[in-house]
């Protein structure tokens, strides 16, 4: 081979100094001898495997060609590529492929950008209807490539990704995972061959670069190559950013991970005041180590009253391409059960941005009070619970007066669980509240009664449910005569 390589060009110049001669009798020795005088300095062109199988393979591929005979005008110029930018990507196709990238997006999770290859688009599909494109089987021989992207509740990273039918990789220098289903049974596009990938986009973990591809004798190994030329060719338009190492990398992870906290911090005690505190407030003395604090605000919002949690953080570096700072909490004395853990994950970028955040766990809200301030604190929990009640079956729990011990009559038509009977009861509506014996909960029972008419009896209905102290209520416990 030329020290200049084998190009498109050169390679192309060379078979056609020889198109309509007579065969020669070293075939190899003619075909370098042209590639050497065509004189083109190597320009890299992604090889697609729709060039002859004589051209993938070399030189022997050309003596092959010389045993089995070689018919003037056979050999013609390799195909070309064809270019394309969508979605934050850029890569090489096949020239002789079409392209569709003027779709609306497909129902479903993720998004399509662009539909490529040889499987014809109906006619009787608009140009921009991706769902009229994908109800289309495939013919003999041919591929359709689809790119897009995915918003995933998962990394890129996590275990529960990897079956028999996937393997992992590197793709545009992001980790991918690359699928081979081979031909599945009964698959309604008579696919011969069904690949995808998934790439991880440098913004964050959980934000995938797909592509599917499926294809169908014959042919389907040289589409199979045409396709993964085209995976292998893919790069980011924008930059993909790492963790340089450093001697100032340790220092430069703590603030990195302090900044997410606080800024979780400021998200979980929104609408309180300055003298709130959360669970992000509660920072080890150093990352690895142990902190401990008194907080009423959790990934949740309020929690109800005050707890003491133990807290403890760490962060590092995944793959030079993002920082995960892993944050855990063990509830304490104040909860409705010690002991419990939460641990919360935040995938960061190099920069500091918060890519995703993922969560196992939660934080239990406080004991309900006790003492002077009970009743306040009772009024406040059934208030939130009611209106939280209220927006999902107004007809029956709106009759109910929010102030603990109070009763007004008014109209109820649903039963608590919404079911509706399409015309008015006036009902007596009273609340009442009083603590549980473990003071994890209020209970709140409300109470209707009607009197007879002259098309139904008289009744009395009572809907009873636990209501934690910041106002979040169980389901509840209906019992009673049913509402006419």
Same mark, same amino acid.
């Given at each position: 081979?030329?020290?200049?390589?084998?190009?498109?060009?050169?390679?192309?110049?060379?078979?056609?100094? #020889?198109?309509?001669?007579?065969?020669?009798?070293?075939?190899?020795?003619?075909?370098?001898?042209?590639?050497?005088?065509?004189?083109?300095?190597?320009?890299?062109?992604?090889?697609?495997?729709?060039?002859?199988? +004589?051209?993938?393979?070399? &030189?022997?591929?050309?003596?092959?060609?010389?045993?089995?005979?070689?018919?003037?005008?056979?050999?013609?110029?390799?195909?070309?590529?064809?270019?394309?930018?969508?979605?934050?990507?850029?890569?090489?196709?096949?020239?002789? +492929?079409? #392209?569709?990238?003027?779709?609306?997006?497909?129902?479903?999770?993720?998004?399509?950008?662009?539909?490529?290859?040889?499987?014809?688009?109906?006619?009787?599909?608009?140009?921009?209807?991706?769902?009229?494109?994908?109800?289309?089987?495939?013919?003999?021989?041919?591929?359709?490539?689809?790119?897009?992207?995915?918003?995933?509740?998962?990394?890129?990273?996590?275990?529960?990704?990897?079956?028999?039918?996937?393997?992992?990789?590197?793709?545009?220098?992001?980790?991918?995972?690359?699928?081979?289903?081979?031909?599945?049974?009964?698959?309604?596009?008579? &696919?011969?061959?069904?690949?995808?990938? =998934?790439?991880?986009?440098?913004?964050?973990?959980?934000?995938?670069?797909?592509? =599917?591809?499926?294809?169908?004798?014959?042919?389907?190994?040289?589409?199979?190559?045409?396709?993964?030329?085209?995976?292998?060719?893919?790069?980011?338009?924008?930059?993909?950013?790492?963790?340089?190492?450093?001697?100032?990398?340790?220092?430069?992870?703590?603030?990195?991970?302090?900044?997410?906290?606080? &800024?979780?911090?400021?998200?979980?005690?929104?609408?309180?005041?300055?003298?709130?505190?959360?669970?992000?407030?509660?920072?080890?003395?150093?990352?690895?180590?142990?902190?401990?604090?008194?907080?009423?605000?959790?990934?949740?919002?309020?929690?109800?009253?005050? !707890? /003491?949690?133990?807290?403890?953080?760490? !962060?590092?570096?995944?793959?030079?391409?993002? +920082?995960?700072?892993?944050?855990?909490?063990?509830?304490?004395?104040?909860?409705?059960?010690?002991?419990?853990?939460?641990?919360?994950?935040?995938?960061?970028?190099?920069?500091?941005?918060?890519?995703?955040?993922?969560?196992?766990?939660?934080? @239990?809200?406080?004991?309900?009070?006790?003492?002077?301030?009970?009743?306040?604190?009772?009024?406040?929990?059934?208030?939130?619970?009611?209106?939280?009640?209220?927006?999902?079956? @107004?007809?029956?729990?709106?009759?109910?007066?929010?102030?603990?011990?109070?009763?007004?009559?008014?109209?109820?038509?649903?039963?608590?669980?919404?079911?509706? /009977?399409? /015309?008015?009861?006036?009902?007596?509506?009273?609340?009442?509240?009083? @603590?549980?014996?473990? +003071?994890?909960?209020?209970?709140?029972?409300?109470?209707?009664?009607?009197?007879?008419?002259?098309?139904?009896?008289?009744?009395?209905?009572?809907?009873?449910?636990?209501?934690?102290?910041?106002? =979040?209520?169980?389901?509840? !416990?209906?019992?009673?005569?049913? !509402?006419?």
């Amino acid at each position: 081979m030329s020290q200049h390589g084998w190009d498109d060009e050169r390679l192309g110049r060379a078979y056609t100094s #020889l198109a309509g001669s007579q065969p020669p009798r070293d075939l190899a020795t003619g075909i370098m001898t042209a590639v050497r005088a065509s004189g083109q300095v190597h320009r890299h062109v992604p090889a697609f495997a729709t060039r002859p199988r +004589w051209l993938a393979l070399g &030189a022997a591929a050309v003596l092959v060609v010389a045993l089995v005979g070689f018919m003037p005008g056979a050999l013609q110029p390799p195909r070309g590529h064809a270019h394309l930018a969508v979605g934050g990507i850029e890569l090489d196709y096949p020239s002789h +492929w079409t #392209l569709h990238d003027q779709g609306r997006a497909a129902m479903g999770r993720g998004s399509p950008w662009a539909v490529l290859g040889t499987l014809p688009w109906n006619p009787g599909c608009d140009a921009g209807d991706i769902n009229c494109y994908y109800r289309e089987k495939l013919q003999p021989g041919t591929v359709t490539v689809t790119i897009g992207d995915l918003a995933s509740e998962i990394t890129i990273l996590d275990p529960g990704l990897d079956n028999s039918t996937n393997h992992r990789a590197t793709i545009a220098g992001m980790p991918a995972i690359v699928y081979d289903r081979g031909r599945v049974p009964g698959n309604y596009y008579e &696919a011969d061959l069904d690949l995808g990938w =998934q790439i991880a986009s440098p913004e964050s973990p959980a934000q995938f670069v797909t592509i =599917q591809a499926m294809m169908r004798e014959p042919g389907v190994a040289e589409l199979r190559r045409d396709v993964e030329a085209v995976v292998a060719s893919l790069r980011f338009t924008r930059p993909v950013n790492s963790i340089p190492p450093s001697p100032g990398s340790a220092v430069h992870a703590v603030r990195i991970a302090a900044e997410a906290l606080l &800024a979780r911090d400021v998200e979980a005690r929104e609408g309180a005041g300055d003298d709130a505190s959360s669970i992000y407030s509660c920072l080890p003395e150093s990352l690895g180590g142990t902190g401990r604090a008194t907080v009423a605000y959790g990934p949740g919002g309020w929690l109800g009253g005050p !707890i /003491h949690v133990e807290c403890t953080a760490t !962060i590092e570096t995944i793959q030079n391409l993002w +920082w995960r700072v892993t944050f855990g909490v063990v509830s304490g004395d104040g909860s409705t059960r010690p002991g419990a853990r939460y641990t919360e994950t935040m995938w960061l970028t190099p920069t500091g941005d918060r890519a995703t955040t993922s969560n196992d766990g939660e934080v @239990p809200p406080a004991l309900i009070t006790s003492g002077p301030g009970a009743a306040a604190a009772a009024a406040r929990a059934v208030a939130i619970a009611l209106d939280n009640l209220g927006s999902s079956t @107004p007809d029956f729990y709106g009759c109910f007066p929010k102030e603990p011990g109070a009763s007004r009559t008014a109209t109820i038509s649903t039963d608590p669980n919404g079911l509706t /009977h399409y /015309h008015e009861t006036r009902a007596i509506c009273s609340t009442r509240v009083e @603590p549980k014996a473990d +003071w994890s909960a209020w209970r709140l029972i409300l109470t209707a009664t009607w009197k007879a008419t002259d098309s139904a009896p008289a009744g009395r209905l009572v809907a009873a449910l636990d209501v934690d102290a910041a106002g =979040q209520s169980g389901p509840p !416990i209906v019992t009673g005569d049913p !509402i006419p």
